[in-house]
């Protein structure tokens, strides 16, 4: 029993250290030095850009929301009786403010 039992506590030990090995050692992408948006093909050693975007693909403002369509206005400017900021309803499809729980247009 005394026998079978030092033998279970080392190969648990073994496992314990192959595991924490693996944790600890860097992954392989980061050995290849790539930009963290590249792919590395680990074959031919090398890294490769992500593809260009279609050409019918235009990217959102930079004041739009990411959830909002990509023709969006611009926000207006925040009235004085505004809580807050405007922010934009996509159920409305319109700039507003809510003021005590309800939806204002602006």
């Not at 033998?7 to 980061?30: C, E, I, K, Q, Y």
Request: proline share 22%; aromatic share 12%.
């Amino acid at each position: 029993m005394r026998l079978s039992t030092r033998r279970l506590a080392t190969l648990g030990a073994a496992a314990f250290m192959s595991m924490a090995a693996l944790v600890v050692a860097p992954p392989g992408v980061s050995s290849a030095e790539c930009d963290r948006r590249m792919s590395w093909n680990p074959v031919t050693n090398e890294c490769k850009p992500p593809p260009a975007p279609p050409a019918w693909y235009t990217p959102p403002p930079a004041y739009a929301p990411s959830f909002a369509p990509p023709d969006i206005p611009p926000p207006p400017p925040t009235p004085a009786w505004a809580p807050q900021a405007p922010m934009w309803s996509n159920g409305y499809q319109h700039w507003g403010v809510y003021v005590g729980g309800v939806w204002v247009p602006i």
